[in-house]
């Protein structure tokens, strides 16, 4: 199954995330099919939080991939962003 979930990226104590769509057997951080976001938990000041491809999501949700939990509640707040 293909799935849209989040690869860790940064350093220690410093997470960073890419938004990716991948088949589901993939370990968290292997191979993927595409990148369609990033998302930055501990941004400050002008530093983007947030940042997806919106147009590529709503592609693959159409195309049957499945969001975790976090990319679902991510991708909501993208929306509301973006209206």
């Known amino acids: 199954m293909v799935t849209i ?10 997470p960073f995330y890419h938004l990716i ?12 099919v595409e ?22 999501a709503n592609y693959w949700l159409s195309q049957g991939a499945q969001p975790s939990e976090r990319v679902a509640q991510l991708l909501k707040e993208a929306a509301q962003a973006a209206a």
Request: hydrophobic share 35%; charged share 30%.
């Open 35 to 56: 990148r369609i976001g990033f998302f930055n938990p501990v941004a400050a000041g002008a530093e983007v939080k947030l940042s997806v491809n919106q147009e590529r």
């Open 21 to 32: 769509v991948t088949n589901s057997r993939n370990p968290r951080d292997g191979r993927f």
């Open 5 to 14: 979930r989040l690869a860790r990226g940064g350093a220690k104590k410093r």
